[in-house]
């Protein structure tokens, strides 16, 4: 009875909300088919790009130094900075950006890695009856069909399970679900669907069964965030944009308006942080697109200008592929604490967050592990028992830093607003601040039609709608079987070269290095386990990277997805960019510290190294502690207390393994815990024992001393009077049974002579005859 009338309740509340939602969604399809036939004209309009390849980062400081004025001149290269300079640049505007790091370096590149419109805004809006944040998802879903359409090669849609648990939410989230449907109409990618707890475990065998009634699967979409935001980049410099990175602007240029005596921006002061070189930009209008950096260049303009930036972090996690399934997300939406909680497959690993704490305004945020452990917890509710959720297992973490704000103009100052804010100052400094990652396009376009009206600019409406972004035109789904045929790819990286680079693929490929392999031919790997090659260093180069952190990062994005795989990556990655920009042995040198040290704070090695130290407990029962010793000293045979890189070798020569001495280093240097060269039999037991709470996975001097001990056991010799005799012996056993019925135990002590012989290497045609 209960459960009916929550049921009746539910859909009474959710026809009257879909009734409402249905007639504003329909007026709002109206006006956006109206605004979209200018769209269509518009984008008729836009000619092809000036430049076939974007210039060289030298080639765009000339510009920079040498133009007597643009009409636009961008601070900041996230996504909604570098969409205004494509924005811009695309009506016909002379436009300018740049940025004090790299494109994408902020919150830009460490952002769940989803397009979408927000289900949990929808909610609010409904339970709160709140236009803006019905306006904003609106917006949010049409954006997001737009961003798959112009850059095909990195988005896609992603389904995304929301496991149902108690049977009154059903019927409660599946209205939630339809409506967000219906607000995207036409621009809906996939319809949502319920599923059986049967059909939900099929989809999603991780899942916790227990009280699991079943699950909705709805549709939003999903990007590589940080080569998204560099694609829009190159776009604007196809297009004719000044862009530079590694510009910082230490101050604004001002002049006196001649009509009003009022002081106006007219430019800025920039550093090239690489050279140390200084000179002026001056344009007309002064775009400050800098994310939670907002505050600090509006009070380049006015000291006294009001703080309307109020940051929060979130943190991520990224685990291995086996803990979700290759085409299915999951979503918590509602964590122990209120929060929302995504679990999503990305580039074949899982990547879960994102928590919601206010901060302060860094350039270098570090994910604490309070919120790591936070969202291992959340992550442990919703997976079986069966799946051991290990904090060894977080392989990357990393913290960006939401720039929420409030609205200048607004009465309420202190409530944070969920849209975008464009602010106009008195001297004509435009700030576009807020917002989402989906709906950069839009504020960009908001952005521009301001600064087109504030500062009587020329041009036309903006160009951008379905305006294929760097690599997307000619790229097709089929585009890396080109790349193995054509070139001789592994099939793995080839399906990466096309998803990471689309139609300019073939340029990479043109660039790899032959293996002398017979296959693959080319296309020689940074990393065994990741498809990430060496010609993406040099190709990475031609796309503005300056350093080895860019490299890692956000040309190819290995320091996101294994910190461990970055660091071993990183001495051939510093070569190859050694070659192509010339730097001395102490610029190489200072590369791998600084991107080390990025490694080590930023991307969670720091907390991923804490796990095991020399201060960690040895937490075992006597009796592993046995067993961990007899292994400790079947390499450590002299009984020293200690082993080195020589113990390790003997050991590996007996069971005929061969590992040079720098691989053998790397791996004792991951548990020597003092840094004296040697692992010793404590500094062993406190590695086991973090393996054993879950804090320590993958290591590989465990995986190695495991696999040798068995292997040495194995090898123990067998007695002759166990062993049937010897050969003589044995052969005569074997002739006998031809003969006589079958004796199971006669028949065992012979294969125990088979097995001993072929262990110890001795080939005996008799013996290899009788076996077969």
Request: glycine share 6%.
């Amino acid at each position: 009875m209960a459960f009916q009338k929550a049921v009746k309740g539910t859909i009474l509340v959710g026809g009257g909300a879909l009734a409402s939602i249905l007639g504003l969604s329909q007026f709002a399809h109206y006006r956006r088919k109206q605004v979209n036939l200018a769209y269509v004209e518009a984008a008729e309009c836009v000619s092809e790009p000036v430049n076939r390849e974007p210039p060289s980062r030298e080639a765009q400081l000339l510009t920079l130094q040498n133009m007597s004025e643009f009409d636009i001149l961008v601070i900041g290269g996230g996504a909604t900075g570098c969409g205004c300079a494509l924005d811009a640049v695309t009506r016909g505007l002379k436009t300018a950006l740049v940025e004090r790091d790299d494109f994408s370096s902020g919150t830009s590149s460490r952002s769940t890695k989803l397009i979408h419109g927000g289900v949990r805004y929808l909610q609010k809006a409904i339970m709160k009856l709140d236009i803006e944040q019905y306006r904003m998802v609106k917006e949010a879903l049409h954006e997001r069909a737009n961003l798959l359409e112009i850059a095909p090669h990195l988005s896609a849609p992603l389904p995304i399970m929301l496991p149902i648990y108690k049977w009154w939410q059903l019927p409660y989230y599946w209205v939630g679900i339809k409506l967000y449907d219906l607000v995207a109409g036409s621009n809906c990618l996939k319809s949502s669907y319920v599923l059986s707890k049967s059909r939900a475990l099929e989809h999603f065998p991780m899942l916790q069964k227990d009280k699991l009634v079943g699950a909705i699967v709805y549709y939003d979409g999903q990007h590589n965030d940080a080569r998204m935001n560099l694609a829009i980049a190159l776009t604007a410099a196809r297009y004719g944009a000044a862009t530079a990175n590694y510009m910082e602007v230490v101050s604004l240029l001002k002049k006196t308006d001649p009509d009003t005596g009022k002081e106006r921006v007219s430019g800025a002061r920039c550093k090239d942080v690489l050279t140390g070189q200084e000179f002026d930009v001056r344009a007309k209008c002064v775009i400050n697109a800098t994310g939670p950096f907002t505050d600090t260049v509006r009070k380049m303009d006015d000291k006294n200008a009001t703080a309307i930036c109020q940051p929060s972090a979130g943190v991520h996690i990224v685990m291995p592929g086996y803990y979700s399934p290759e085409s299915m997300g999951l979503l918590d939406p509602a964590t122990s604490d209120g929060r929302v909680i995504f679990f999503l497959p990305w580039q074949k690993m899982t990547i879960a967050g994102t928590t919601d704490t206010p901060t302060d305004v860094t350039h270098h945020p570090i994910p604490s592990e309070e919120d790591i452990n936070f969202i291992l917890n959340e992550v442990r509710n919703y997976l079986s028992c069966d799946v051991e959720v290990r904090r060894g297992d977080v392989l990357a973490a990393w913290s960006g830093i939401r720039p929420l704000v409030t609205d200048p103009k607004s009465a309420d100052t202190q409530s944070i607003s969920r849209n975008h804010v464009v602010d106009i100052s008195d001297s004509g400094l435009i700030t576009i601040a807020g917002g989402k990652w989906t709906t950069y396009r839009s504020m960009a376009e908001d952005t521009i039609n301001a600064a087109i009206k504030a500062h009587s600019l020329k041009a036309g409406p903006s160009r951008t709608v379905g305006l294929f972004l760097q690599g997307g035109k000619d790229w097709s789904p089929t585009l890396y079987i080109r790349l193995v045929q054509d070139y001789g790819l592994e099939s793995e990286v080839a399906q990466h070269l096309a998803a990471t680079y689309g139609d300019k693929a073939f340029e990479v490929a043109k660039m790899a290095s032959v293996t002398g392999k017979r296959w693959p031919i080319v296309g020689v790997r940074l990393v065994s386990e990741f498809p990430y090659i060496e010609a993406e260093v040099k190709y990475g180069i031609k796309e503005y990277a300056c350093t080895a952190v860019d490299m890692i990062s956000r040309r190819t994005r290995l320091a996101f997805l294994n910190v461990q795989a970055a660091e071993e990556a990183l001495p051939r990655i510093v070569e190859l960019m050694g070659r192509e920009l010339n730097w001395d042995d102490y610029k190489k040198e200072e590369e791998l510290e600084t991107a080390r040290k990025f490694l080590y704070y930023e991307m969670g090695y720091k907390s991923r190294s804490e796990q095991l130290t020399d201060r960690s407990e040895i937490s075992l029962l006597p009796s592993d502690i046995d067993r961990y010793k007899k292994r400790f000293h079947k390499f450590d045979a002299d009984q020293k207390g200690f082993i080195t890189i020589v113990d390790v070798q003997r050991v590996l020569e007996s069971i005929g393994v061969q590992m040079d001495e720098n691989t053998l280093h790397e791996i004792l240097n991951e548990v020597d815990l003092n840094k004296n060269g040697q692992v010793e039999l404590n500094e062993f037991l406190q590695l086991m024992s973090a393996i054993q709470k879950g804090r320590v996975s993958g290591s590989r001097l465990a995986i190695l001393m495991k696999t040798a001990e068995e292997n040495l056991d194995r090898r123990v010799p067998i007695p002759v009077d166990r062993s049937c005799g010897g050969l003589e012996r044995s052969i005569q056993l074997l002739s006998s049974l031809v003969l006589v019925p079958w004796d199971p135990r006669q028949w065992r002590q012979c294969w125990s002579v088979w097995h001993h012989h072929e262990l110890h290497g001795q080939q005996w045609p008799q013996l290899r005859a009788w076996r077969h």
